[in-house]
Nanobody
Framework: QVQLVESGGGLVQAGGSLRLACVVTGTIFSIKTMGWYRQAPGEQRELVASITRRGVTNYADSVKGRFTISRDNAKNTVYLQMNSLKPEDTAVYYC????????WGQGTQVTVSS
């Protein structure tokens, strides 16, 4: 059974940074294209960053230049480094395969105060 466990969220002031991590178990992580998604209150979940098994990355326009996705296949972990955070980045952040395939994890809350 695949499990996704996200961590690293918290409360930060605008302009600050956070690093999220997602440990994936129960699947062959190294061959998957993985992504970070987020869902703000009252809004649909959106994909903000993805990384292929070869390390090719892609970002939503809203986070380009501020967020960096990376992966460590030896640790079955995908990361999201978030810099220059804005209040509009406030959301619950999740990881999953791209396109979505696994059952969602619990996510990690990111709150950016102005």
């Amino acid at each position: 059974q695949v499990q996704l466990v996200e961590s690293g969220g918290g409360l930060v002031q605008a302009g600050g940074s956070l690093r999220l991590a997602c440990v994936v178990t129960g699947t062959i992580f190294s061959i998957k294209t993985m992504g970070w998604y987020r869902q703000a209150p009252g809004e649909q979940r959106e994909l903000v960053a993805s990384i292929t098994r070869r390390g090719v990355t892609n970002y939503a326009d809203s986070v380009k230049g501020r967020f960096t996705i990376s992966r460590d296949n030896a640790k079955n972990t995908v990361y999201l480094q978030m810099n220059s955070l804005k209040p509009e980045d406030t959301a619950v952040y999740y990881c999953n395969e791209v396109p979505v395939y696994f059952r969602w994890g619990q996510g990690t809350q990111v709150t950016v105060s102005s």
